[in-house]
C-alpha cells in the first residue's frame, strides 16, 4: 500500500519541486564543466545530470509509464554518454537545454518566476561561452580572469536563484515550452558559437573580439530585420506579408471569397447556390480533387474522388473534399473555415426563401382576411335592409321602397369592388371616393334600426372621402359596438364626422366600459383576443387606412367614455 501511495504522489512532488529540479541538474552541470568531460568524475557527474534532466522535463506527463521501448532508449543514450562524452557534446546539449529554459521565459508574466528563469539562461549562456567551448575546440583560448570569472559567478549566479521568492507557476502536470522560441534561442546561441570560430579563422581575432564581432554583426543584422519587418513608414514590410501567408498558407483564400460574395449576391435558390459554389471549390482551390455534398434533402458531387477523404459538417450541410495528398492541421482549419462559411451563406439563402414564402403567405393571408371584412359588412347592410323589412307596412312604405332603391345597388356595386380586389387587388391610391354627405347619410339610414346609436356631424360637410377606408373603419366599430351592447344593455355610441382643415375625421365614442389594458397594448398591432371573432378586424382596417394615409387610434379609453378617431396622418 505504501509502494503504491508514493507512486501516486510522485508527479505531484515533482510539480512542486521543478525550481529545485533545474537548480540541481544547473548545479551537477557545472560539476561536469569543472571536472571536465574526459574524466570519469565528469561523466559520473553528467550522468547524474541526465536523470536530473529527465525529473525536470517539460516534454512528457511526471504520471506517464515508460514503454520497454522507451527505458532502452534511454538507456542506450546514458551508456553513449557515460562512455563517449566529448566536449562539442557538451557544447552541444548546453544549446539545447538553453533554448529550452529560454522556451519558458516568455510565458510567464509574475516578475520572480521570469528573472528565475532569465538567472538559468544566463548561466547556460555562461557556461557554453567560458567554459564549454575551450573544452570543445581547442583553438579557443580564453583569458584566464575571464575564464576564472566564469568559474566563480557561475556559483554565484546559482546562489541568486536559490534564494529568490518561488511563485506559482500553474498546476499543470508538464510544463510548457514555446517552441518557436526554443529553436530561436538555439539558433542565436548556433550562429554565436559558428561566428566566432569564423571570426577566428578569417581574421585571426581572438576568442573574446571574435564574440564581440559576431555579437556586433547579429545586432545590426537583428536591427534591420526589426525595421524591414514593421517599418512604419507607409507600408507594411515583411511582417505583413508574413502574416498573410500564415493566415492563408499560400491558398487563394480572398479570391475564392470574393467569388462566393458574388455568386451569393447573383443566385437567390440555396440549391443553385451550393452546387454551383462547391463546383467552383475544385476550380480555385490547390489540392482539391473533387468532393460531395449533402444539404436541405438533396446532394451532389464534383470533381475526381481519391483516397484522401476529409469531411467537414456544419449545421445542415455536410462537405467532404478529396485531396492530392495529406492536410496539415492549418490547412484543415482553413478548410473547415471556408466549409463553414459556405454552410452560413447557404442557411442565410434559406432562411431567405421561407422568409419570402412566408412574406407571400402573410400577403395571401391578408388580403383574405381584409375581403372576408368587406363581405361581412356587406352582410351586416343586408341585415339592416332585412330587418327594415319586417317592419308592420314595410312594403308599402314608400320610405323603405326609396332606402331599397338606393342602398341595394350600393351593397352591389361595393360587392362587385370585393371580387375585383379578389380578382386582380388594386391599388390604395386608386380606392372609390364619394361625396362625403351622401356617405354620411347612406351609413345613418344603414343603421338607422339601431336606436342605441346617434349620429351626430358638422355643418358643412362638403367633400370627398374614400369610401372603403371609412366604411371598413365604421363597420368594424359599429359591429363591435354592437357586441359590446349585448353585454352592456345600457350602451349608448355616437359617431361624428368632422370635416377640419386637413380632410375629414370620424369619432365613435361609446359610454361603455373601458377597454382592457393588455387588449390595448396590442390594438391595431396585431390581431387580439376575441371570443366572438378572430379578433383581427381593426387590426386590417387601421392598416388598410394606413396605406391610404389615414390613421386610426384609440383617442381615449375610461369607463363612460371610450372614442375612436380617423384621421388624416400627420
Known sequence: MSIFSLSSSLPGRLIALRRGLLLALLAVLYLVLWQGPGTLLGRTFFVAHLGLFMLWQPFV????????????????????????????????WIMMLAGIVGGKVVLFGARGTRLFYLLALAF?????????????????????????LGYVGLPLVLMVMALLPQEPEGDSPHEIVDFVYSLFVFLLLAVLMLGGL?????????????????????????????????????????????????MSIGLPVEQWLQALSNLALREEDPQAFLEQACARIGQRLPWVTGGEWIAGGSSGRFGATSERRWEFSHGGMVLVLYTLQNLSPTLLWHFNLLAQFLAQLFADKQRALALKQLSYMQAIHETGARLTH???NLLQSLNALCSAGLEPGAESSLEYQSLLRRQLPAITERLAETLAKLSAPQSISSARRVDAAEWWRDLRQRMATLDWMDFKSGTSIAGELPAEVFSGV?????????????????????????????????????????????????????????????????????????????????????????????????
Open 61 to 92: 506527463h511526471a504520471e506517464q509509464r515508460l514503454s520497454v521501448t522507451s527505458v532502452l532508449a534511454l538507456g542506450g543514450v546514458v551508456l553513449v554518454a557515460a562512455v563517449f562524452l566529448e566536449g562539442w557534446m557538451i557544447a552541444l
Open 124 to 148: 547556460l549562456v555562461v557556461a557554453l561561452l567560458l567554459m564549454a567551448a575551450p573544452q570543445a575546440l581547442p583553438m579557443v583560448k580564453v583569458p584566464e580572469q575571464i575564464r576564472w
Open 198 to 246: 569564423s571570426a577566428m579563422l578569417l581574421l585571426g581575432s581572438g576568442y573574446v573580439e571574435a564574440l564581440l564581432q559576431t555579437l556586433l554583426l547579429m545586432g545590426s543584422a537583428l536591427l534591420l530585420l526589426g525595421w524591414a519587418w514593421n517599418p512604419n513608414s507607409g507600408f507594411s514590410g515583411i511582417g505583413g506579408l508574413f502574416s498573410r501567408y500564415w
Open 374 to 376: 368587406d363581405v361581412k
Open 474 to 570: 365604421a363597420d368594424n366599430l359599429i359591429r363591435n359596438a354592437a357586441e359590446k351592447h349585448l353585454r352592456e344593455p345600457d350602451l349608448r355610441v355616437q359617431l361624428e364626422l368632422v370635416r377640419t382643415a386637413a380632410g375629414f375625421e370620424l369619432i365613435v365614442c361609446d359610454n361603455g366600459s373601458a377597454m382592457a389594458q393588455d387588449i390595448v397594448s396590442h390594438l391595431f398591432v396585431g390581431p387580439v383576443s376575441s371570443d366572438t371573432g378572430y379578433g383581427i378586424g381593426l387590426y386590417h382596417a387601421a392598416r388598410y387606412a394606413q396605406a391610404a394615409g389615414y390613421r386610426l387610434e384609440l383617442a381615449e379609453n375610461r369607463a363612460g367614455s371610450v372614442c375612436f378617431r380617423l384621421s388624416l396622418a400627420p
